[in-house]
């Protein structure tokens, strides 16, 4: 065997191995949601999870990954790599146009189920598959390609996000901070002079075992984007990538004992959750100190911007915006102030951030593809609802949310303690 299909097998196991991880974190996001969503809910949950795992990734096949990936046409779209055929010889990779399909595919899987916590408990579920079939086949391909893609102008121009704070992130955080407003609040969630009510979590050590997972599965979505296994840099990522995840877990932790004399449970996950969004974009590209910083700010930023939210009346079950939108924006913005010179050889040449002598280029560069793409996100999403709306009924019956979409939609509660056998004729979902 000589080196060269070495290479190549090593860089396959390691790029399928990561994408499983990745895809691992499908099991965190349902526990997580299920856990921070009330206990008449929990089955919605892990059903548009199904969801984004089996129409996003036979949306992404036959459409998404051709408009993303695919030969490009004036830096906006591809045109090529539907069902993965056509003309892919400018993908060069050491690994094959299938290997690099599964690792994308279960990024764009990631992409919808950030939406799918922020409409928690009300969105219909024909709705949301017909939303989910936007997002994977549309919404984020053509966003991605103009980053990532071959020759998108986004990338073109320099913009950096080795892993997705911006791509991923911040345009799946911007889509649900669409999706929740345009949904409205939960029945009972605000008071009639606007003041918020707490809805308990239904279980947090479910929903700690589920930010653990996703936890574990970032070590795939951060060093798995080297797509190469034999890659230097694998190591500098995963350090990185713990140290902002456990800085943004850390700040929140004395952030909350110091703003409400106590730590917050919910708000120390999703600080964790913020730090490894935050991460994302430069965790190849900045030091251990940065990482660090950038762990405490976006964790920090995301407890003052769910406040900010529930103060504006925007109903956000898991705080989806707040740890995705706003950390992966602060993120994608991190690398413009602390990208290091020598990290960025990787991406072609090298970067310099603010603080590292390169001036303000970088950081309006990465200005500019950010707020590109979060505008992208908020109006596609916007637009779609308004579509669907005009087929279908976009948010359940008041019948229906009081009842719990567990057992109005799908015809089955998550627990049941009360009976041997269920009432088949009593929970059988009506037809609409």
Known sequence: MDTAVLST???????????????????????LEAG????????????????????????????????????????????????????????????????????????????????????????HFKAYILYAVAMTGLIYPIAGHWVWGVGGWLGKLGVIDFAGSAVIHALGGFAALAAAIFIGPRIGKFTPDGKSNIVPPSNLPLASVGAFILWFGWFGFNSGSTLSATNGSI???AVTTMLSAAAGGAGCILFTMFRYQKA?????????????????????????GAAMLIGVVCGVAMVLVTELL????VDDPVGAFAVHGVSGSLGTL????????????????????????????????????????????????WLSFLLIKRIMPVRVSKDEELIGLDV?????????????????????????
């Open 9 to 31: 097998g090593l860089n396959t196991i390691w790029v399928v191995l990561t994408a499983a991880m990745i895809l691992l974190m499908e099991g965190g996001f349902a526990l």
């Open 36 to 123: 921070f969503v009330r206990q008449k809910n929990a089955v919605s949950i892990i059903m548009k999870v199904f969801v984004d795992i089996t129409f996003g990734a036979l949306v992404f096949y036959f459409l998404g990954f051709g408009l993303m990936y695919g030969k490009d046409a004036g830096g906006l779209i591809g045109w090529s790599g539907f069902l993965l055929r056509g003309d892919l010889s400018h993908i060069q990779f050491d690994i094959s146009h299938e290997t690099y399909w599964l690792f994308q595919c279960a990024f764009v899987i990631a992409v919808i189920s950030i939406v799918s916590g922020a409409v928690a408990e009300r969105i």
């Open 235 to 237: 190591g500098h990522i």
């Open 264 to 288: 917050d449970p919910p708000m120390v996950i999703n600080g964790s959750l913020a730090g490894l969004v935050g991460i994302t974009a430069g965790c190849s590209f900045v030091s251990d």
């Open 310 to 313: 529930e103060g504006k009346g």
């Open 334 to 381: 991190a690398v413009g102030l602390f990208a290091m010179p020598s990290l960025t050889k990787g991406v072609g040449q090298e970067y310099a951030g603010l603080f590292y002598g390169g001036g303000w280029q970088l950081l309006g560069v990465q200005s500019l593809g950010l707020a590109v793409v979060c505008v992208w996100g908020f109006g596609l999403t």
């Open 408 to 432: 109005g939609i799908h015809g089955v509660p998550a627990y049941n303690q009360d009976h041997d056998f269920l009432d088949v004729e009593r929970l059988t979902p009506r037809n609409d």
